[in-house]
């Protein structure tokens, strides 16, 4: 079946840091890629999607580019705030699941920046 | 910007009892779903709603677990009898159309705690 694996947590980092969060992931058909974000206090937010091989999401700083080859979705920033601070889950949805959009998700992995 | 509601936001209930969750999915949206995060664990799939019938159903869906549209507006989960291993975060999920790529709205989850 599918699954998402991200790599362990917790990961803290200094504002200003790099930031890189691995997630691979296992398909039976050809998924759609997702980051999700937990703020502290608040529900699962979209972070960034890509559709197919070679899309790079990205939004609010934050990229991830969709390799088939390595079937990778790294989420990476280039200089971390303090607002950054959340729970990140790298999720997928297969398209040979069906018509409805089931997201398979990986652990999550917890982001602490320092000032 | 329109936004998936869910309440309780916590709820702690005794073994045995039975627990109505509530949603309200944004207005315009089709499609429902409720999700779970047992402490520690992954987010996970439980079920999938549409045109007033569960459309897809994760094996941890059993006859335990029942989900209704009571009215134009509003999306339960209901638990029967609940465990102690039914303890989790419960996420209530909505979207405008269906198929891998589409965005899924969350809500900020209701917390059940079965003591």
């Known amino acids: 079946g599918d699954s998402v694996t991200q790599m362990e947590g917790p990961v803290t980092l200094s504002e200003e840091a790099f930031l890189t969060i691995n997630c691979t992931y296992t398909?039976?058909?050809?998924?759609?890629l997702f980051w999700y974000v937990q703020y502290p206090g608040e529900g699962l937010q979209l972070l960034l999607k890509?559709?197919?091989?070679?899309d790079k999401g990205s939004n609010k700083g934050f990229e991830a580019t969709y390799r088939k080859e390595t079937t990778s979705f790294h989420l990476e920033k280039g200089s971390v705030q303090v607002s950054d601070s959340a729970v990140y889950f790298c999720?997928?949805?297969?398209?040979?699941?069906?018509?409805?959009?089931?997201?398979?998700f990986g652990k999550g992995i917890t982001l602490s920046v320092r000032p | 910007e329109p936004e998936v509601t869910q309440t309780p936001s916590h709820q702690v209930t005794q073994m045995g009892q039975e627990v109505i969750l509530r949603c309200v999915p944004i207005?315009?949206?089709?499609?429902f779903y409720w999700y779970r995060q047992i402490l520690g664990q992954k987010v996970e799939f439980l079920v999938s709603?549409?045109?007033?019938?569960?459309?897809?159903k994760s094996e941890i869906f059993d006859d335990q677990f029942s989900v209704e549209r009571p009215d134009g507006s509003n999306f339960t989960l209901k638990i029967r009898s609940t465990k102690l291993e039914d303890s989790a975060m419960y996420f209530c999920?909505?979207?405008?159309?269906?198929?891998?790529?589409?965005?899924?709205?969350f809500g900020e989850g209701s917390w059940l705690t079965v003591v």
């Open positions: 999720a997928l949805s297969d398209r040979l699941g069906g018509a409805n959009s089931k997201l398979t």
């Open positions: 709603f549409y045109n007033n019938e569960i459309s897809e």
């Open positions: 398909a039976t058909g050809y998924p759609s």
């Open positions: 890509a559709t197919k091989a070679d």
């Open positions: 999920a909505s979207s405008a159309q269906t198929g891998p790529g589409n965005t899924i709205y």
């Open positions: 207005s315009n949206h089709l499609y």
